[in-house]
């Protein structure tokens, strides 16, 4: 079983080490590339004000964040909802990264320098070199409704990157989509990926590649399964 957590942070800067801080956390889990419905969301008062650049950002204002916990008092919360086999998924995750373990590290705890990390923005530089990657640019290439995002949010953004993900993944079914989650009973063994029907084709092979292919099979490959009885 392969599980996953698309996370994504709101912040009041750029750098932790200056002072910056923790505003908003937000996370989805995944298991086999599936959203189950579970999330994770908090907003975390980050003791400080909050520039108007970021708020310009987020909308997250330093009174509307004041009665909320501090950072230390969700935690462990967070933690048990990342788990210790969760890959973590975020885009420019270096930036959410050095937020979350900085937090952490100053706070007590053991930090998620351990775990894998998934950087999204890293898979799309490398999928479409050159275009525009962030996470509206690749909303809007894989068909994604982003008409919601009117400013950042980090429950709101982990949603719209995991489609964003399972697009750059490959693409999912197209029945399965994130509004749908909590009222679809998934089965997740049962899930199946969707495939495309391609058309037979055919080769012309002479009498010598075809012995040769036939002696190939049967001296080379033993108990081949398309020889034993259904």
Known sequence: MLREIVFDTETTGFNPHEGDRL????????INHIPTGKTYHQYINPLREVPQEAFQVHGLSTEFLQNYPRFSEIAKDFLNFVGDDGILVAHNATFDMTFVNYELKHNGFDTLKDHE???TLEIAKD????????LDALCKRFNIDNSKRTKHGALLDAELLAEVYLELLGGVEPTMNLDQINSVNHNISSTQKKHKDYQQRHFNLSEDELTAHETFLKEKIKDAVWLKEA
């Open 127 to 134: 999928k479409f070199p050159g275009a525009r990657n962030n």
């Open 117 to 119: 990390v998934v950087d």
């Open 23 to 30: 505003v908003e956390i937000g996370a989805i889990e995944l």
